[in-house]
């Protein structure tokens, strides 16, 4: 048996890219800077809440991704493997982290308006935060897990580059994302990791009936609980 398992591994590797597409289709043709992004929450908070929440999700959900094709990269590159996971891992810490700060920002907009909250942003974006240090692991760590799902057989060439493509992705507080570049950087992770999620959900037998019941209840459960405070 494997942590964190492999329907929970499986469910990351085909949503979590998938899901990183759908929230940055949901804002296309909003401005991808603060400013902009700000103004379209102004104008539709409903599009803009979905989007980054869709773009929240996706990036935690693509931690047991990572930790599935770490663990076939272990198999022949163990260094590659766990310096790929530990830079990865770190990198998505430091975008939910953003996706955070994103969501106080709308919320400025709902309670002092836009052009408030448009400048309390501007004049606090480059405050200091510790996760400033994890920026270089958002970058590089999709390019060493590339290297070494390559090197391990793990991908072939072509879905280890569409994986490296993943560090293309712009980062940081108010990002819209949604420039060819990064819809090219999304695709590419998703022809990486989606196939890998169908084979890992195929292996093995079917979840019990109950299992899989009480785990899409959770959610709704688990959010309803989370609004009651």
Same mark, same amino acid.
């Given at each position: 048996?494997?942590?964190?398992?492999?329907?929970?591994?499986?469910? !990351?590797?085909?949503? !979590?890219?998938?899901?990183?597409?759908?929230?940055?289709?949901?804002?296309? %043709?909003?401005?991808?800077?603060?400013?902009?992004?700000?103004?379209?929450?102004?104008?539709?908070?409903?599009?803009?809440?979905?989007?980054?929440?869709?773009?929240?999700?996706?990036?935690?959900?693509?931690?047991?991704?990572?930790?599935?094709?770490?663990?076939?990269?272990?198999?022949?590159?163990?260094?590659? #493997?766990?310096?790929?996971?530990?830079?990865?891992?770190?990198?998505?810490?430091?975008?939910?982290?953003?996706?955070?700060?994103?969501?106080? #920002?709308?919320?400025?907009?709902?309670?002092?308006?836009?052009?408030?909250?448009?400048?309390?942003?501007?004049?606090?974006?480059?405050?200091?935060?510790?996760?400033?240090?994890?920026?270089?692991?958002?970058? !590089? %760590?999709?390019?060493?897990?590339?290297? %070494? #799902?390559?090197?391990?057989?793990?991908? %072939?060439?072509?879905?280890?580059? #569409?994986?490296?493509?993943?560090?293309?992705?712009?980062?940081?507080?108010?990002?819209?994302?949604?420039?060819?570049?990064?819809?090219?950087?999304?695709?590419?992770?998703?022809?990486?990791?989606?196939?890998?999620?169908?084979?890992?959900?195929?292996?093995?037998?079917?979840?019990?009936?109950?299992?899989?019941?009480?785990?899409?209840?959770?959610?709704?459960?688990?959010?309803?609980?989370?609004?009651?405070?």
């Amino acid at each position: 048996m494997t942590t964190p398992g492999r329907w929970i591994e499986g469910t !990351g590797l085909v949503l !979590g890219p998938l899901l990183l597409l759908a929230g940055v289709l949901t804002r296309l %043709g909003a401005d991808d800077f603060f400013p902009g992004q700000l103004a379209a929450h102004a104008a539709a908070p409903g599009r803009m809440a979905w989007s980054y929440g869709l773009y929240a999700a996706g990036v935690v959900l693509l931690w047991p991704a990572v930790t599935a094709l770490a663990r076939l990269i272990k198999i022949r590159r163990p260094g590659w #493997a766990q310096w790929g996971l530990t830079l990865v891992v770190l990198g998505l810490f430091g975008r939910v982290f953003h996706a955070g700060v994103s969501h106080l #920002a709308f919320q400025l907009v709902d309670v002092l308006g836009l052009e408030a909250a448009q400048r309390a942003v501007a004049e606090t974006y480059g405050a200091f935060h510790v996760f400033k240090a994890v920026n270089v692991c958002i970058m !590089g %760590g999709w390019i060493v897990l590339a290297v %070494g #799902a390559y090197r391990a057989g793990a991908l %072939g060439l072509a879905r280890s580059v #569409a994986l490296g493509l993943a560090a293309l992705l712009p980062l940081g507080v108010l990002k819209g994302s949604s420039d060819p570049v990064s819809l090219v950087a999304l695709a590419g992770l998703a022809v990486a990791l989606v196939p890998l999620g169908v084979s890992v959900l195929r292996q093995g037998p079917a979840p019990r009936w109950w299992a899989a019941g009480l785990a899409v209840a959770f959610v709704p459960v688990a959010f309803l609980l989370g609004l009651a405070g």
